[in-house]
């Protein structure tokens, strides 16, 4: 039986001499395998639809196991985001983001508009880190490991947040920094960035800049939560990670 879905290429892997298996990230029906056969060849209709980040939409056979993709429309391919190694480096680690913390078929059309929106604001310049900051915040909830965002963790207080305690999941007010002397300091706007990329549409999102310590006690919080929860180990965040450390040193 054909099935049609709206999906975005988040993986790609060569299989054979001549063919890919591409993991879609759909409207419909959430993250799918598609055999994409002759994807590899030149002259194949299928090459332009099977390229990492490409937007469009999707005729392909449904099957109790790989689907196999009978042809494809491109939306949008984002190529400014494929074409620029900055670009592609924050995209990477978005799209293995993703990957790795949904299961197959589970429908979820907030992700899906999270995932392309981000996509979309990273193609048309966007800052790239605080996108994938928000992307990473936003996540949390599909990942089920989402921290105590609205109040105190210990005490429930609603004061304005004194630190964040990755050991105990949340924010601390001042009464109760000393239940973790290993939390991290956080000042009022970094208390209300956190809860804003958490709870606002992105959708709305216009041009936003923030200073680099900022970005960067914002990165230090959020890698090391998902480092202690999540259990991930991404090859794309390593090569993110080197790319940020080489940028920064060259002088140019």
């Known amino acids: 039986m054909l099935q049609k879905a709206e999906g975005l290429v988040i993986r790609t892997n060569d299989y054979a001499e001549s063919n890919k298996i591409l993991t879609l990230y759909t409207r419909e029906f959430g993250k799918i395998g598609v055999m994409a056969r002759g994807a590899k060849k030149p002259k194949s209709r299928l090459v332009a639809v099977s390229q990492l980040f490409t937007y469009g939409t999707y005729l392909f056979q449904k099957s109790t196991g790989l689907g196999t993709l009978s042809q494809g429309d491109i939306i949008d391919s984002f190529k400014e985001v494929r074409n620029d190694l900055f670009r592609a480096s924050y995209g990477s680690y978005i799209v293995e983001l993703t990957d790795k913390l949904t299961e197959e078929r589970q429908r979820n059309p907030f992700l899906f508009e999270l995932l392309y929106q981000t996509i979309h604001y990273l193609n048309e310049g966007i800052d790239a880190e605080v996108l994938t900051r928000i992307f990473e915040v936003k996540m949390l909830a599909v990942a089920g490991i989402k921290p105590e965002m609205d109040a ?22 001042k009464r109760c920094l000393h239940r973790d002397e290993h939390s991290i300091r956080v000042t009022e ?21 923030l200073k680099p310590e900022t970005k960067a006690i914002l990165k230090q919080i959020l ?30």
Do not use: M
Not at 160 to 170: C, D, H, L, M, V
Not at 189 to 209: M, P
């Open 152 to 173: 105190c963790v210990s005490c429930g207080s609603t004061d304005i947040p004194a630190a964040f305690s990755i050991k105990e999941a949340g924010f601390h007010c």
């Open 189 to 209: 706007q970094i208390a209300k960035l956190l809860r804003l990329f958490y709870y606002f549409d992105l959708n709305r999102l216009g041009q936003i800049s």
């Open 223 to 252: 890698h090391t939560y998902y480092d202690e929860y999540s259990g991930l180990r991404l090859k794309s965040r390593r090569f993110l990670e080197q790319f940020e450390r080489w940028d920064l040193s060259d002088p140019e």
